[in-house]
């Protein structure tokens, strides 16, 4: 069951439905607004923190990747963009992909 942190941006809109399509159980958000959400730790169980890079300043980004490393989950960067989050996310093999499941029915047909 994929759990996933996303820092950065102050409503995540319609992509915590869209990620929610593509497989991700729990999604955790932290706006990083607040200087004293960088003392908070990660979650034991989130498989993957996603710093969204347009919304974060650069002592709240260095400081999650730090709190990542020391706990060896992944941490990926992207912008706020649903096109670059699925770019990145795709990568890591944390999706269903149900999009690609529909192109290889429709060739094999």
């Known amino acids: 069951m994929p759990s996933l942190m996303i820092v950065g941006g102050d409503h995540l809109g319609k992509i915590t439905k869209k990620l929610q399509y593509e497989g991700i159980?729990?999604?955790?958000?932290?706006?990083?607004?607040k200087a004293r959400?960088?003392?908070?730790?990660?979650?034991?169980?989130?498989?993957?923190?996603?710093?969204?890079?347009?919304?974060?300043?650069?002592?709240?980004s260095a400081a999650i990747k730090k709190k990542a490393n020391k706990q060896n989950i992944p941490i990926?960067?992207?912008k706020r963009s649903w096109c670059s989050i699925y770019a990145v996310l795709e990568k890591t093999k944390i999706l269903?992909?149900?999009?690609?499941?529909?192109?290889?029915?429709?060739?094999?047909t």
């Open 76 to 78: 990926y960067f992207s």
């Open 37 to 60: 959400m960088s003392q908070k730790e990660i979650p034991s169980h989130v498989n993957l923190v996603l710093v969204l890079t347009d919304f974060i300043n650069h002592e709240f």
């Open 25 to 33: 159980k729990e999604i955790i958000h932290v706006s990083g607004r």
């Open 96 to 108: 269903n992909n149900h999009t690609k499941h529909k192109k290889e029915a429709f060739i094999l």
